[in-house]
């Protein structure tokens, strides 16, 4: 349950320069009890699809419940109603912005910073963390490894160049992440990196009707592992 006095914020988080018409994205920024206090951890979560999403709401309210900075926010490309993804200058540049966001308070700037996000949103995190920005972590939910149903062409650059720790949170039915080919992709990975399978589960991490499992279940796991990741990439 959300402590009643964690506070959630529309925000606008600026681009550096004017696309698709806009001059920033929406975001929604999770402010928990007390802040800052404990290890001053901030999540960035992008969105790769609407604002609305259930797991990642899911996802920001219970991290802040648990005395996380959280900032959700969409893409460029997915706010204007674009099909076409930004380029990963773009994309750098608004992770950019959002750091700044969360350290326009510099008494109540975080002290470990994690990046992530899910779908097209995880592809952005990607392109951030080998970019300016100073992740303490990458995380991704539903990374998209490859075109729907071709395991033979991985995009997998970004990766290689990673030095962050990374998280991958997947289901075993995402046509666009071949379990099989992530796990030859990693073999090459020089950062450290854990993954997580969610059974049932699609690109989307949304489970089969067949699956016998509730949503709130894929919920707690995917939080469940994205704490336990960060605690352990703290070293707390």
């Known amino acids: 349950m959300v402590e009643q006095t964690a506070r959630f914020e529309e925000v606008k988080i600026p681009l550096r320069e004017p696309l698709h018409g806009l001059d920033a994205v929406s975001g929604i920024l999770g402010i928990p009890e007390w802040w800052p206090t404990g290890s001053r951890i901030c999540?960035?979560?992008?969105?790769?699809?609407?604002?609305?999403?259930?797991?990642?709401?899911?996802?920001?309210?219970?991290?802040?419940?648990?005395?996380?900075?959280?900032?959700?926010?969409l893409l460029p490309h997915v706010e204007?109603?674009?099909?076409?993804?930004?380029?990963?200058?773009?994309?750098?540049?608004?992770?950019?912005?959002?750091?700044?966001?969360?350290?326009?308070?510099?008494?109540?700037?975080?002290?470990?910073?994690?990046?992530?996000?899910?779908?097209?949103?995880?592809?952005a995190a990607a392109h951030a963390a080998t970019g300016p920005v100073r992740a303490a972590g990458l995380f991704m939910l539903g990374y998209p490894l490859h075109r729907q149903g071709d395991m033979e062409k991985v995009q997998?650059?970004?990766?290689?160049?990673?030095?962050?720790?990374?998280?991958?949170?997947q289901g075993d039915?995402?046509?666009?992440?071949?379990?099989?080919?992530?796990?030859?992709?990693l073999k090459r990975v020089g950062a450290p990196w854990d993954t997580h399978v969610v059974r049932s589960a699609d690109h989307a991490l949304r489970l089969e009707e067949e699956s016998g499992r509730l949503e709130e279940d894929v919920f707690r796991d995917v939080l469940a592992k994205v704490e336990g990741w960060t605690t352990k990439v703290l070293g707390e």
Do not use: W
């Not at 999540?43 to 959700?72: C, F, N, V, W």
């Not at 674009?82 to 002290?111: E, H, I, M, Y």
């Not at 039915?173 to 992709?185: F, H, Q, V």
């Open 43 to 73: 999540m960035l979560i992008a969105h790769g699809s609407q604002i609305k999403d259930p797991l990642l709401e899911s996802l920001a309210r219970d991290l802040t419940s648990r005395k996380y900075l959280t900032l959700r926010f």
């Open 80 to 123: 204007a109603k674009k099909t076409q993804f930004d380029p990963p200058a773009v994309l750098k540049r608004l992770f950019q912005s959002a750091v700044g966001l969360v350290n326009r308070d510099p008494t109540a700037a975080p002290a470990h910073i994690f990046v992530g996000g899910k779908n097209q949103g995880a592809l």
């Open 156 to 169: 997998a650059e970004r990766l290689y160049r990673a030095t962050t720790p990374m998280l991958f949170v």
């Open 173 to 185: 039915k995402d046509r666009y992440c071949d379990l099989k080919a992530l796990k030859e992709t």
